[in-house]
């Protein structure tokens, strides 16, 4: 086992050990992440916001387990332990905010930060997809990315309204 990665010696195996951790990452994210953000948002543009996001999530789901059908044939994940923490890290910040404001500014970053790292792994499977010959899994990949892209993008617009919400610092006693 490599570094970080499993043994790959091509980038074929690359791009299926790539789909497999999204596929964890996007499971964690509609069964962990989203649901506790969602319940812990207090504005109620950031609960639609993470709702949507969850519903366009679970199609992400679909999306990669069709690709690892047509690759593999089967669905099967690997544990996407960068996941695991950024959703980690979400809960405890926000569990940690005693201010709703504040929770949901915590929220959005947490948010942006998961969008991020999927814009990350999005493009570079679509790269490979595309370097393979895989065009059809390129395409669907790219909407994927798009749609992460606009749900981060969403993220920030609602950022520039709920930041100027939260307490700069409290006032001392």
């Not at 639609?48 to 099967?76: M, P």
């Amino acid at each position: 086992m490599g570094l970080f990665t499993p043994d790959v010696n091509d980038l074929r195996g690359l791009y299926i050990d790539g789909l497999r951790m999204a596929l964890s990452s996007e499971r964690q994210i509609v069964e962990e992440g989203l649901p506790a953000m969602i319940k812990a948002a207090k504005s109620p543009k950031l609960r639609e916001a993470f709702q949507a996001h969850l519903t366009e999530s679970k199609t992400h789901v679909t999306r990669l387990e069709k690709i690892l059908e047509a690759e593999q044939g089967d669905d099967d994940d690997s544990k996407c332990k960068v996941m695991a923490a950024l959703i980690s890290g979400a809960s405890s910040e926000a569990g940690d905010a005693t201010n709703d404001a504040v929770r949901d500014v915590s929220l959005i970053a947490s948010g942006n930060k998961v969008e991020h790292h999927e814009i990350a792994v999005y493009g570079t499977l679509r790269t490979w997809a595309m370097v393979l010959g895989e065009d059809g899994d390129a395409r669907i990949l790219e909407q994927t990315l798009e749609e992460e892209k606009n749900a981060d993008a969403l993220l920030t617009r609602l950022s520039e309204q709920i930041n100027v919400q939260a307490p700069a610092s409290m006032a001392a006693d």
